[in-house]
């Protein structure tokens, strides 16, 4: 998979949201985030779980003070799999360091035959 710069500016309003508010909670999750014709819908807001470390201070996201930036692998990742939910939820993205590693998804475009055939080994 090639990886194609995408910079935050060449985001919708909705999509730069979603990365903002993944760098401010930094740790923690995000729950039940409406997708409508594949753009993150906040109203109404999703759940904001934050992972609170009280044996060390946290460290924001460099980026939090920036304009624009390319964001990270991961980030263009959520994002072109966005573009491949019309209407659905995401019920969860970890957050970790402000960067989102891992999402679950519920959809009703996922049909049984693709989730059984990417569940098989090659």
Same mark, same amino acid.
């Given at each position: 998979m090639t990886a194609i710069a995408l910079r935050l500016s060449q985001l919708s309003t909705g999509r730069q949201v979603l990365v903002r508010l993944c760098q401010t909670i930094n740790h923690g999750v995000i729950e039940d985030l409406e997708v409508r014709k594949s753009e993150p819908v #906040?109203?109404? #807001?999703? *759940?904001? /779980?934050?992972? *609170?470390? /009280?044996? !060390?201070?946290?460290?924001?996201?460099?980026? %939090?003070? +920036?304009?624009? #930036? +390319?964001?990270? *692998?991961? %980030? !263009?990742? +959520?994002?072109? /799999? /966005?573009?491949?939910i019309d209407s659905g939820c995401i019920r969860r993205i970890d957050v970790r360091a402000g960067i989102p590693p891992r999402m679950l998804v519920e959809s009703q475009e996922f049909g049984r035959g693709e989730l059984f055939q990417a569940g098989r080994r090659k």
């Open positions: #906040f109203n109404p #807001f999703p *759940v904001i /779980l934050k992972d *609170v470390k /009280l044996d !060390a201070d946290e460290q924001p996201r460099p980026e %939090v003070s +920036l304009s624009d #930036f +390319l964001v990270s *692998v991961e %980030v !263009a990742r +959520l994002m072109s /799999l /966005l573009d491949g």
